[in-house]
């Protein structure tokens, strides 16, 4: 199976900062990458799909980028509703899918 | 609009069969391109992908859990149902069902999710 493994798991920032979460698979997946946030007691959120689609009514200070097994999801500008759980998950086509570990995003 | 709920016991004994069911609204689970997928989450832990089920009735599973899981749907009733044999207490997790639209024929995100069941695994 493919492992997908994020860091930092703890990233302490604060309000207005820039923040980037990376995402490594264990081989290619081309852009088959989603990310998604998850607050405590509550359904994880899509954020973005295809590595760098951001899906709709998500805000566009949240972006993601890379290919093949290398993956970064930025929040520019770090506003108090941020702080939450991030999740990456692969979803190649060839190979059963994975999580990420999950990155928790708290206030320094 | 699109919905998911999951049902079932919260509570199951060691060594039972647990049975979740997924009722869908919005989108019919025969629809070309439907993909819904099973994720749990142990208390305090990672989200974990369990398996899934495409609209031709192709089923995938976790390699981890593949000889316990079953996943299925009831065209008649729009449900996605998921069976897990032998429960153990390290299956207690909150466990959701999760839909990819049907226009990415299963390669994309999981746009829609259900609230998530708890499920205790405690003799």
């Known amino acids: 199976d493919i492992q997908m493994t994020q860091s930092p798991s703890i990233l302490s920032a604060t309000v207005g900062d820039r923040v980037t979460i990376t995402c490594r698979a264990s081989q290619d997946i081309g852009s088959w990458l989603a990310w998604y946030q998850q607050k405590p007691g509550k359904t994880p959120k899509l954020l973005i799909y295809d590595a760098s689609n951001l899906e709709d009514g998500v805000p566009s200070r949240f972006s993601g980028g890379g290919s093949g097994t290398e993956f970064t999801l930025t929040i520019t500008s770090l506003q108090p509703d941020d702080f939450a759980g991030y999740y990456c998950?692969?979803?190649?086509?060839?190979?059963?899918?994975?999580f990420g570990q999950g990155t928790k995003v708290e206030i320094k | 609009q699109v919905t998911l709920r999951e049902s079932g016991p919260a509570l199951v004994k060691p060594t039972q069969t647990l049975t979740l069911t997924c009722t869908i609204s919005?989108?019919?689970?025969?629809?070309?391109?439907?993909?819904v997928s099973w994720v749990r989450q142990p208390p305090g832990k990672a989200l974990e992908w369990l398996g899934r089920?495409?609209?031709?009735?192709?089923?995938f599973y976790s390699t981890s859990l593949k000889t316990r899981l079953t996943i299925s749907k009831d065209a008649s009733k729009n449900q996605v149902v998921l069976t897990m044999t032998n429960m153990d207490p390290a299956d207690t997790a909150t466990y959701y069902c999760a839909r990819i639209p049907s226009e990415a024929y299963c390669l994309g995100g999981f746009d829609v999710w259900g609230q998530g069941t708890v499920v205790t695994v405690s003799s």
């Open positions: 998950q692969q979803y190649n086509p060839n190979s059963l899918w994975t």
């Open positions: 089920i495409e609209w031709d009735d192709d089923k």
């Open positions: 919005g989108f019919s689970v025969s629809t070309s391109g439907m993909c």
